[in-house]
């Protein structure tokens, strides 16, 4: 693969949770963060520290998705037009969180290749989304699908669903999920309780998929 990937997450181990092929192919330089939760971007630097990979928060300041704190939203189409919409109205600086992010976008040189969530089931997951589709990008954008939240039964399936109406399959792998667990287990420590309840989301065979628009 002779591409050069930057990979945009959502939060901290979403890209190696989704991408860790192509992360582990060597072919991707920088890793760049929309929430800016210290702890886990500390995490995040340790992991990509020792894969040789630039990793930043996008946001200066810290700034957390309120909707992993309060843990209530349950993903359908009203929460997530609700949650979009204060996202929206969220000032950090003098600029939206969705300008921020689409002028990042806009910013990426040409030779690269951006690997964005494709935003399914997940609402904050799909804000990110909504907004890289919404920018004018130099570089050519292809859009990962999210590990857990576009795994998960009927209702990810319905979203996926509707997801490739616009977006074809362009790459299918077979995840190491064993290396997926470990590197969970020995990087994100923060995240202990998810990788206990995930666990055997994590290790069963499944591939890691890519989409481009239609």
Not at 74 to 100: M, P, S
Request: hydrophobic share 35%; with cysteine; glycine share 4%.
């Amino acid at each position: 693969m002779s591409r050069v990937f930057e990979i945009l997450q959502p939060h901290s181990d979403d890209a190696w949770l989704s991408n860790s092929s192509i992360i582990t192919s060597k072919n991707v330089t920088d890793v760049v963060t929309v929430c800016n939760e210290p702890e886990r971007i500390a995490e995040d630097k340790r992991l990509y520290g020792d894969l040789g990979i630039q990793t930043r928060p996008l946001l200066k300041n810290a700034w957390y998705d309120k909707l992993l704190i309060d843990n209530k939203r349950k993903g359908n189409a009203d929460e997530i037009e609700r949650h979009v919409a204060e996202l929206t109205t969220n000032n950090n600086g003098y600029r939206t969180l969705r300008e921020i992010i689409i002028e990042y976008v806009a910013g990426i040189p040409s030779e690269k290749t951006l690997l964005a969530p494709l935003g399914v089931k997940h609402p904050f997951h799909f804000f990110v989304y909504d907004c890289v589709m919404e920018a004018t990008p130099q570089c050519e954008v292809w859009y990962y699908r999210d590990f857990p939240h576009a795994y998960r039964a009927k209702s990810s399936a319905d979203w996926l669903e509707k997801r490739t109406q616009t977006h074809k399959l362009l790459l299918q792998t077979e995840a190491d999920t064993e290396l997926v667990y470990r590197v969970m287990a020995k990087y994100y420590k923060t995240q202990g309780g998810f990788i206990r309840n995930e666990y055997h989301k994590i290790l069963d065979n499944h591939t890691e998929e890519i989409y481009i628009q239609r």
